[in-house]
């Protein structure tokens, strides 16, 4: 079946600093990648929404600036969060549209915390 | 825009009950019902769905069913085991779209 790849898995960076979160479709090409954003015990919060060289489209009160996404190729999604802050310590996951019968396939996540 | 409530949160069975799970969705629209189970500190992962043009959906002790005139949908896990503790996630879409999810049920099975 469809997979997506997420890395890292786990990541811890200086507040200030940037951080790169990786998304690949391993045997399908993802025209459209959700990002989500998950708070403890919580459910997934859509960040945005990105289609293969477009500009992606964020949900309102996500900062752009703040999170890039770039999806530049078919196998390939990023979110950048840049300068971040303690208040972005969360877990972000990834989903691709896989094109078969409404599939969404996800990744298995990235725990990121600032310190 | 689609709002999707879920219910219980928490659900706390003995092993060997059946655990059912229900979610109500406000878009006539949405068309497409995944249920996803989540362990702590990955991924959803897909574990049964529905389109609207089907009433029921069953796969060996999972089964879904749809009632699209009273907009609820509905997760039933029959024997259950202690592996089936997670937290349970419904979501709807119009297909192609972006996916709503309800808030979770945490399902603990006790041995």
């Known amino acids: 079946g469809a997979v997506v790849s997420q890395h890292p898995s786990r990541v811890i960076c200086k507040s200030g600093t940037s951080v790169k979160i990786e998304c690949r479709s391993l045997d399908f090409q993802a025209t459209t990648m959700f990002w989500y954003r998950q708070f403890p015990k919580q459910s997934l919060m859509l960040m945005a929404t990105?289609?293969?060289?477009?500009?992606?489209?964020?949900e309102q009160g996500v900062e752009k600036d703040k999170f890039l996404i770039n999806h530049a190729s078919l196998t390939l999604s990023t979110l950048t969060v840049t300068s971040a802050h303690p208040e972005d310590s969360s877990f972000y996951i990834c989903?691709?549209?896989?094109?078969?019968?409404?599939?969404?396939?996800f990744g298995s996540g990235t725990r990121l915390t600032v310190v | 825009g689609e709002n999707v409530e879920q219910h219980p949160s928490t659900l706390s069975v003995q092993e060997g009950d059946s655990a059912v799970i229900k979610c109500t969705y406000s878009d006539s629209a949405s068309n497409y019902f995944p249920w996803y189970k989540q362990e702590l500190g990955k991924g959803p992962q897909l574990i049964i769905d529905?389109?609207?043009?089907?009433g029921e959906k069953k796969d060996q002790r999972i089964a879904v069913t749809l009632n699209k005139t009273a907009k609820h949908f509905s997760l039933h896990i029959t024997e259950t085991q202690p592996e089936d503790s997670a937290v349970y996630f419904c979501?709807?879409?119009?297909?192609?779209?972006?996916?709503?999810f309800g808030k979770g049920t945490m399902l603990l099975v006790s041995p």
């Open positions: 529905i389109r609207s043009n089907v």
């Open positions: 990105s289609n293969e060289g477009s500009k992606a489209t964020y």
């Open positions: 979501a709807a879409s119009t297909g192609y779209s972006t996916l709503t």
């Open positions: 989903s691709a549209l896989t094109g078969v019968s409404y599939g969404y396939t």
